[in-house]
T-cell receptor, first 112, second 117 residues
Framework: DGGITQSPKYLFRKEGQNVTLSCEQNLNHDAMYWYRQDPGQGLRLIYYSQIVNDFQKGDIAEGYSVSREKKESFPLTVTSAQKNPTAFYLC???????????FGEGSRLTVL | AQKITQTQPGMFVQEKEAVTLDCTYDTSDPSYGLFWYKQPSSGEMIFLIYQGSYDQQNATEGRYSLNFQKARKSANLVISASQLGDSAMYFCAMREFLTGANSKLTFGKGITLSVRP
C-alpha cells in the first residue's frame, strides 16, 4: 500500500543532542513537508521540498535542518539550537492536482 | 499572507445530530483550495473534504459537506448524523500555490468536537 512512513514513533532526547526523524514515501510525489504540532494547537510548517535536492524554509525553520537526496526520503534533524523541541512532528507529501496532503503517523519527540 | 481562523471553543453534539464547524479564511489570491482534516487522539491526520475556489457547487463526501460562501470567505464543515467516532480535533486548511504545480497548506488552530451518546 502507498503511503508515508515516519520513524521513530516516540523519541526521547537529552538537551544538547541532535536527533533525526525519518520520513519515507512511496506515493511518487514530488513535494514533501514537515509540520510541527504543539498540544492543542494547529500545524506549523517547518520545511518543505518541491523537488529532489531543493528545499525551502517554512514558518518556523530555526533550529531544524533537512535534506532531500532522494525523491522518497525527507529526513528532519532537530538540532541543539532548537530551544523548545518537545512536540509532535508530522511529515507529509502532496497530490499535485489538488494539493491534498498525505500524512505519516507522526513522531513524538520529548526532550528530557 | 494567508490566514485561517477557527474560533469556536470545544464543540459538543448529540449522537445522530448534525453539527457545523466554522472556518474563515483570508487571501488575495483568486485561485485557492480549502481542506478539512480530522485528527483523532491517535494523532493521525485524516483528509475529509476539499473545495476549490472555482468550484461551482459545494463539496460533499458522504456525511461531510462544505458550506462554501466565497463572498464571506467562509468554508464551514457540516457533519450530518454524528457518530461517536467523530469525536476528534478538526482542522481547516488553505492551499497556497507555489512555483509549478506545487503548493503548501496553512492550517487553522483546530476545533475539538465531542459527540455525546
Amino acid at each position: 500500500d502507498g503511503g508515508i512512513t515516519q520513524s521513530p514513533k516516540y523519541l526521547f532526547r537529552k538537551e544538547g543532542q541532535n536527533v533525526t526523524l525519518s520520513c519515507e514515501q512511496n506515493l511518487n510525489h514530488d513535494a514533501m513537508y514537515w509540520y510541527r504540532q504543539d498540544p492543542g494547537q494547529g500545524l506549523r510548517l517547518i520545511y518543505y521540498s518541491q523537488i529532489v535536492n531543493d528545499f525551502q524554509k517554512g514558518d518556523i525553520a530555526e533550529g531544524y535542518s533537512v535534506s532531500r537526496e532522494k525523491k522518497e526520503s525527507f529526513p528532519l534533524t532537530v538540532t541543539s539550537a532548537q530551544k523548545n523541541p518537545t512536540a509532535f512532528y508530522l511529515c507529509a507529501s502532496s497530490r499535485p492536482t489538488t494539493g491534498e496532503l498525505f500524512f505519516g503517523e507522526g513522531s513524538r519527540l520529548t526532550v528530557l | 499572507a494567508q490566514k485561517i481562523t477557527q474560533t469556536q471553543p470545544g464543540m459538543f453534539v448529540q449522537e445522530k445530530e448534525a453539527v457545523t464547524l466554522d472556518c474563515t479564511y483570508d487571501t488575495s489570491d483568486p485561485s485557492y483550495g480549502l481542506f478539512w482534516y480530522k485528527q483523532p487522539s491517535s494523532g493521525e491526520m485524516i483528509f475529509l473534504i476539499y473545495q476549490g475556489s472555482y468550484d461551482q457547487q459545494n463539496a460533499t463526501e458522504g456525511r461531510y459537506s462544505l458550506n462554501f460562501q466565497k463572498a464571506r470567505k467562509s468554508a464551514n464543515l457540516v457533519i450530518s448524523a454524528s457518530q461517536l467516532g467523530d469525536s476528534a480535533m478538526y482542522f481547516c486548511a488553505m492551499r497556497e500555490f507555489l512555483t509549478g504545480a506545487n503548493s503548501k497548506l496553512t492550517f487553522g488552530k483546530g476545533i475539538t468536537l465531542s459527540v455525546r451518546p
